[in-house]
């Protein structure tokens, strides 16, 4: 099954399956045009990230979450073919973090998986879980879950894993085909956005606290 899983996720425009969109007209496709015109308009990202006067703390939450997993679906896919079994046969952040695997399901323990099969697992249950309308309500007047910053906390934790081992793992990829400056902004946005809601143990950022050059802070 692992090999019919890659070859869904890793299909040839190199994105991941369809991305989630935003259904015009509801308040959060509004919002994700606000937080898209901001970005557009070269604010400075650590204004960009911040809850916009009036908005639901949940709501901008909501859209920001959807939005990094479209986007890091697209860095990731574009990574894929450096990133094999035969590279990465441990998902990990260098020589001194390793990413287990856990889920309610087929993993009930932490598993050492390789990084493509990690990264394979990561993206559908964070698409089974913004699919699930218990967990991210698009209807107008349905509440979110008391858990849903929780939930959150841990798709976020996640996806920055994939900052990280494509950051230390996959660098030189990411220069050679000159998509520095567009996974740099990315990751600058994700962790401004992390940082101004608390939503990432600071531990889980150590790895990447020595940037690679061309960050600029």
Not at 8 to 18: A, G, L, Y
Not at 120 to 148: S, Y
Request: aromatic share 14%.
């Amino acid at each position: 099954t692992m090999a019919l899983c890659l070859k869904q996720v890793f299909n040839k425009d190199k994105t991941f399956r369809p991305r989630k969109k935003f259904e015009p007209g509801t308040q959060r496709f509004e919002l994700y045009k606000k937080a898209q015109a901001s970005l557009k308009s070269g604010l400075d990202l650590k204004a960009v990230v911040q809850l916009p006067p009036g908005e639901s703390i949940n709501d901008w939450i909501a859209v920001h979450v959807v939005d990094f997993f479209n986007r890091i679906n697209l860095i990731y896919g574009t990574m894929s073919e450096y990133c094999t079994e035969k590279s990465c046969p441990i998902m990990s952040g260098g020589l001194k973090y390793e990413y287990r695997w856990q889920d309610d399901s087929k993993y009930k323990k932490p598993t050492k998986l390789s990084a493509p099969q990690y990264m394979c697992m990561l993206m559908d249950w964070i698409e089974m879980l913004i699919n699930n309308e218990d967990i991210f309500p698009t209807r107008i007047g349905v509440p979110f879950p008391k858990q849903f910053q929780q939930v959150c906390t841990k798709i976020l934790t996640r996806l920055f894993r994939v900052f990280v081992h494509v950051y230390i793992h996959h660098f030189d990829s990411i220069i050679s085909m000159g998509a520095e400056a567009h996974v740099n902004t990315c990751y600058k946005h994700f962790y401004y956005f992390i940082r101004e809601f608390s939503l990432v143990d600071h531990r889980e950022l150590e790895p990447l606290v020595r940037m690679p050059q061309g960050w600029g802070g």
